[in-house]
Each structure stands twice: as structure tokens, then as C-alpha cells.
């Protein structure tokens, strides 16, 4: 069963070596943007990142778990590639196969951690009559 649908949509679950959030949404779009926002919530404090620059992505994928961590994957390559972190999305466009979104975001003051990539360990979206849910877990 699926948690009670208010913000926020994911939490930080224990993990052995790694880093692991659950997420939870009652679409597959807004579900994509909380994996993004809930991966870099591990990062630094969002509230205090001015979300000034955006970027535009596409993306195409054999299934829609290989298009959630192609996804955040792409995420984090354009965030250390332009030293920030990202703060708001929006997914404009999504199949089994295509996602189309844009990301919003700024510099952080301050990194907890870097997450070098997100995995396909475990890796399964779940659907139910409530929504979305699934378990990404981070390679640090």
C-alpha cells in the first residue's frame, strides 16, 4: 500500500553501502519528478538553491524502468558538468519508451555527498489502484 499522498512524495530508506529513496505518485510523470527531486534532497537543502538555470531533455529507452535512471542519470551528468543541483521538474512528455521534461535549478551553497550514479539494483515500478511507487537505490 502506498503512503498518504502529501509532500513529500519520497523518503531516504536504509541501504547497506548505498543510498536508496522510495518514491511514491499516483502518475508515472509526477512520479519521474520526485525520484529527481527526492535524489537531490540527499544532496544539500533545496530550499536554499535560487533555481536559475533550466535545461531541456529528451530521452529514449527500451523500458520505463531504463527510462527512470537514464532519467536521473542524465540529471546528475548535467549537474556536475554546470556545478548545480536541481530543484523543480516538469514532464512534459512520457511513454513506456520516451520521456520529454525540463529541469530547473541553481548552485548549492554546500554538498552532503556526491552520488556518482543511480542503479538498476532491485529496481522495479510497482502500479497498484493507488498510484506508483518504487525503490531507486544510489551508488555513492
Do not use: C
Not at 533545496?46 to 540529471?75: G, H, K
Not at 525540463?102 to 497498484?128: C, D, Q
Request: charged letters at 25%; zero cysteines; aromatic letters at 10%.
Amino acid at each position: 500500500m502506498l503512503p498518504t499522498m502529501i509532500e513529500p512524495e519520497f523518503h531516504e530508506v536504509d541501504h547497506t553501502a548505498d543510498w536508496a529513496i522510495r518514491v511514491w505518485a499516483r502518475d508515472l510523470p509526477k512520479l519521474f519528478a520526485s525520484a529527481a527531486r527526492g535524489m537531490f534532497s540527499l544532496l544539500t537543502d533545496l530550499s536554499q538553491v535560487a533555481a536559475d538555470r533550466a535545461f531541456e531533455i529528451d530521452l529514449q529507452a527500451i523500458d520505463t524502468e531504463t527510462l527512470l535512471i537514464d532519467w536521473l542519470n542524465e540529471l546528475l551528468y548535467l549537474a556536475e558538468e554546470h556545478g548545480l543541483v536541481f530543484t523543480d521538474f516538469a514532464v512534459s512528455e512520457l511513454t513506456d519508451s520516451h520521456l520529454r521534461a525540463s529541469a530547473r535549478g541553481g548552485r548549492p551553497a554546500e554538498l552532503f555527498k556526491v552520488i556518482k550514479a543511480a542503479t538498476f539494483n532491485n529496481l522495479s515500478i510497482k502500479h497498484s489502484t493507488e498510484g506508483f511507487e518504487v525503490e531507486i537505490v544510489f551508488d555513492v
